[in-house]
């Protein structure tokens, strides 16, 4: 019979596994040393690094490509195996629940029914869960020296709400945000209820682009706005005179109907100071835009 399991197990998590091990490599881990974090033997990781393995279609290679980018960060960034394995299996569930992977599968399984898997897989991710996930980025950005020169003089705020949010109370974020105490990056655990503004950014956007959970503000001068450029994130900006922060919640979101934005400059305005606000579908994601810009500062 084929089920959702068997799919998953045979066509995709051999190139999931593949994906997870080449970028471990690339950081500089042993065969022995990914064999142990993916429970596999080292032949096996040779055999991925080779490209010896059944590869999907395009469309949905994409799709494990990014997957797989999001679980290697988690580890690199040091998250327990049990956090890992807690995010791999939202990602099944998020996988069948996409339109690529759903008809994927349903090819897969000589399947017609385009509602299968939405009546099957609901991705519901727990607010438990959701509060794991932004500590560890939290957690990523308080041991990253660079983010201290991207403090802006409001500090930042890193938020993550929970699919389709209904007020600022489904939205977790550091209260007090992220700040500086004798020259060291600081943060309170992140909890719900934390934000407003920039939570109502997120509430906002879960109406146009719900696939949008997570955003984080950074300062903005001349030379973010290069590594902006350089790094090759998809940005807009904002620069209307005039505005109060309500205003300013509604313009990032109309930004939202145009096209998908990696991150949204806010020129700023009078009480408002210029900042840039970089998104993603989660926190890891986040962290990782954030790292490509940080390469060019």
Not at 19 to 39: H, S
Not at 97 to 125: H, Q
Not at 201 to 212: F, Q, R, Y
Request: with cysteine; glycine share 6%.
């Amino acid at each position: 019979m084929k089920s959702p399991c068997t799919f998953w197990s045979e066509e995709i998590m051999p190139a999931l596994r593949a994906g997870i091990a080449r970028i471990l490599y690339g950081e500089g881990f042993t065969q022995a040393k990914i064999a142990e974090i993916l429970d596999i033997t080292q032949a096996m990781v040779s055999k991925y690094l080779s490209e010896k393995y059944k590869k999907p279609d395009p469309e949905v290679q994409e799709l494990i490509d990014r997957m797989a980018g999001e679980i290697a960060n988690l580890i690199l960034y040091g998250a327990e195996k049990g956090d890992v394995i807690k995010f791999v299996t939202q990602k099944f569930m998020e996988f069948f629940d996409s339109e690529t992977g759903c008809r994927a599968y349903l090819k897969y399984a000589g399947l017609k029914d385009d509602t299968f898997c939405r009546e099957l897989f609901i991705t519901a991710p727990s607010r438990s869960g959701v509060l794991e996930m932004l500590n560890l980025a939290v957690g990523e950005l308080l041991n990253d020296p660079k983010f201290a020169e991207l403090l802006p003089e409001i500090r930042s705020n890193f938020v993550y709400a929970l699919p389709n949010p209904r007020d600022y109370r489904d939205v977790a974020a550091v209260p007090g945000r992220i700040t500086l105490v004798k020259g060291k990056l600081f943060a309170l655990p992140p909890e719900f209820g934390a934000s407003r503004h920039t939570a109502a950014i997120l509430i906002k956007l879960s109406k146009i682009s719900p696939g949008t959970r997570s955003v984080l503000n950074i300062r903005f001068d001349g030379r973010v706005l290069n590594a902006l450029k350089k790094a090759g994130l998809r940005t807009t900006e904002i620069k209307e005179d005039g505005r109060d922060e309500e205003q300013t919640v509604k313009m990032i979101a109309e930004k939202f109907q145009e096209n998908e934005w990696d991150a949204v400059i806010d020129r700023g305005a009078f009480g408002i100071e210029p900042v840039v606000y970089i998104f993603g579908r989660n926190p890891i994601e986040v962290i990782e835009k954030l790292k490509r810009v940080e390469e060019f500062m």
